[in-house]
């Protein structure tokens, strides 16, 4: 029987791109799996009709020759993977399944596969990326204003400075696996397709050390106890998080080192609560100040003073703003604002002549205390209107 066109069989045209290809084979090939078609000769040879298509197609210099020269190209078992006497499927079709394969059912088997092995895959050099560190550090509030230089001491594992980092002992030096020639990973056959595992001798490295480093266990790294400096940025917040590159463990096996992230905390302040860049400070008044006026000082989170008047007649939770007396914004030129909380304090343990003269000032007092009388006032009518 003749071969049909490979384009017909995928369902696509001349000009399909390598993912319009593919696209179509990922398709079809779900459709005529002989998993998905247990016993179904017809679905198997459609299958076996679908990767030769496919095996030509997604090779340019073959399907170059096939679109010049079509079938006669291939003639004689040398396309298309197919064996003696062009039947069935010879290792060039196994390798070929096993990628696509591994492409169209990798995250069903718990994959990721050579796509994901990163650089202990194939062809590896057995060196990977050492792990991130988090230092948690609480700073005041002062500090944040005004930033710091600090100094840590972070454990975390560093290069061996034995082996430099190779792991194998001085004058020695890591061998290709032989079990699987350095690929990282062993192939062994399945039925119609090929299963690639990690290699059990090297760990999916690559490279197996016979003369291990003495010193660091032929890790090529060591556990020490290191003093960074560290700039704290003025304006920081609690929660602030501050990256150093390539300060965290170090790699194994000569591998880049990971980052070291500082996660900042911000210690309350006695004074100050802080939202955003502004401050609030609650203020105790004397309740003659509050009544009569007057001025106040009161500090700043700079360490200095800010004289504030208090006008006369101010009550219990009036505030005022003391323009750019905030903390200032990380990375940029502005600050916030402050703001007093004014809290008039009732004057306790009086002495008899205190008394007296808060009794004479409320025979005295008329209308100075509006808000008050109005409450009682409109309470009076309220209770009223129960009882009629």
Not at 115 to 127: E, V
Not at 192 to 214: A, K, L, M, N, Y
Not at 228 to 243: A, C, K, Q, Y
Request: glycine fraction near 14%; charge should be positive.
């Amino acid at each position: 029987m003749a071969k049909r066109d490979f384009y017909e069989v995928l369902g696509v045209g001349k000009s399909a791109d390598e993912k319009d290809l593919k696209a179509a084979y990922r398709n079809l090939a779900k459709q005529f799996h002989p998993d998905a078609n247990p016993g179904d000769k017809t679905a198997e040879a459609k299958f076996k009709e679908i990767n030769e298509a496919y095996d030509v197609l997604k090779d340019p210099q073959k399907k170059a020759a096939y679109d010049r020269f079509g079938h006669q190209a291939f003639e004689g078992g040398m396309g298309g993977g197919r064996g003696p006497g062009g039947a069935g499927f010879g290792p060039e079709f196994n390798s070929s399944m096993s990628d696509i394969f591994e492409d169209l059912f990798g995250d069903f088997m718990g994959g990721g596969g050579r796509s994901r092995r990163g650089g202990t895959g194939r062809g590896g050099t057995g060196a990977s990326r050492g792990a991130d560190l988090r230092y948690n550090m609480e700073i005041s509030l002062t500090e944040a204003f005004s930033g710091k230089a600090a100094q840590i001491r972070v454990p975390s594992s560093v290069s061996c400075d034995t082996c430099s980092g190779t792991g194998a002992k001085p004058g020695s030096a890591p061998k290709v696996c032989a079990t699987c020639g350095g690929q990282g990973a062993v192939r062994s056959q399945s039925g119609f397709f090929t299963v690639e595992r990690t290699c059990p001798t090297c760990q999916g490295r690559g490279q197996v050390i016979s003369d291990p480093c003495t010193a660091c266990s032929g890790q090529g790294r060591v556990t020490k106890e290191r003093t960074l400096s560290v700039n704290i940025p003025s304006g920081v917040e609690d929660g602030t998080r501050i990256r150093l590159a390539n300060e965290g463990e170090a790699g194994l096996r000569g591998g880049p080192s990971g980052d070291l992230y500082i996660f900042l905390s911000v210690r309350p302040h006695e004074f100050f609560q802080r939202d955003g860049a502004d401050l609030f400070c609650k203020v105790p008044v004397s309740m003659t100040t509050a009544a009569m006026g007057g001025e106040i000082e009161v500090p700043t989170i700079d360490g200095k003073k800010a004289r504030v008047t208090i006008p006369e007649g101010t009550q219990t939770g009036k505030q005022f703003r003391l323009k750019n007396k905030g903390m200032p914004v990380l990375r940029s030129t502005q600050t916030g604002d402050m703001y007093i909380q004014v809290a008039v304090e009732t004057p306790v343990n009086l002495t008899r002549r205190q008394r007296e003269l808060l009794k004479e000032f409320e025979k005295e007092a008329r209308n100075n205390s509006p808000e008050s009388e109005g409450f009682f006032a409109r309470a009076k009518a309220f209770w009223d209107g129960f009882g009629s």
